[in-house]
């Protein structure tokens, strides 16, 4: 995978059309076909790739745009797993009150976000995302990336006791079936010629900012270990195993703090110091890691791993100049050879499919601010290195 220095991406989601929303409904209800929702799904895939081409992003993702959010959409795939709302699951949670006091930290309605929830034995339908790496690939010519659920996310998302519980005796033995399934995702998107796989774990930071207070936008906050020790242990050897299969392509891992809400007092803010240790036991090649925004603290020493700096937040009205985020990237430069650093938005503009954090226009001129920051900064840098070699 050739690239510049600086290399521009995006973390995955991009806002979904109000034609591809109300189709999605449509399909939810029984009122339309897959079939034709795939269609024009694909469409928006074809018109985003277009999009960050013109605009100059040097690794593609397809905007997620067939899917219903970064995680939930895997029901679609995968036999024995279901998706309910959180107000589906207050029925079902013994926990009714400690459920209830969840949903009031949220600034969702109960029935606005769905969670892939354990019913059955789980296996695979069909591939989790080789279709959309299939269209991505064919589309365009320039390096791609994939994102996936981390498996630690959804082994937490599915295991509900009063559900899964029925056909796996713990938490862990449901974990392992999710490695397994999502290494072999894995290794067939290296097949595929996919450039980067990147795993979505964001709910790691809930596990040393939120001091024993749920404030996740999952109900998978209801499958933690009290011992935030002990669940980040649970966590980096999930992760690793299915990065083991990524060998071929570049891993990342994306941790945020939550991308449901523009209102900050919802969201969790901490810095990634508490972290540090984890991330230098993960076994990926990149850590995508939200910087945008204040609440995420200074930045940390990457112990080797490449950072995909989120230099602009995709939650915010204000599109950031180019010369804001290129001072970002100086101080980033700091902390990581420019050899090993990425650009990014801190997530992705439309995590949630009805509940997307900008709109299209704003999204893309934080883009265009990101590409134009990028290339100043290379221009710089190139200058430095040829007085260098003139002196």
Known sequence: MKLPLLPVTTVGSWPRSEALLKEQRALRAGRSSRERFQALAAAEVAEFVALQEAVGVDVLTDGEQRRDNFYSFVADKLDGVQLMTLGDMLDLVEDKAGFERLLQTLDVPAFGISNPTCVGKVSVREPIALDEARFLRAATDRPIKVPLPGPYLLTRAMWVPEAAGRYYASKEELGEEVVAILADEVRRLVAEGVDFVQFDEPVLTELVFSQG???????????????????????????????????????????CRGNWSQREETLLAGPYHPLVPVFDRLAVDQLVLEYATPRAGPLI?????????????????????????????????????????????????????????NDRDTARRKLESLVAAAQAVRAELAGAADRREGA
């Open 213 to 255: 207070e749920t404030r996740t936008f999952m109900c998978a906050a209801l499958a933690a270990r009290s011992d935030p020790k002990e669940e980040l242990d649970f966590a980096v050897g999930l992760i690793n195993q299915v990065a083991e299969a990524g060998k071929g392509c570049r891993t990342g891992l994306h941790v």
């Open 301 to 357: 020493p990457m112990g080797g791993k490449e950072l995909g700096l989120g230099a602009v937040n995709p939650r915010t009205a204000k599109v950031e100049t180019p010369d804001e985020i290129a001072a970002r990237i100086h101080e980033a430069l700091a902390h990581v050879p420019a050899d090993r650093l990425w650009l990014n938005p801190d997530c992705g503009f439309g995590t949630f499919s009805l509940r997307p954090m």
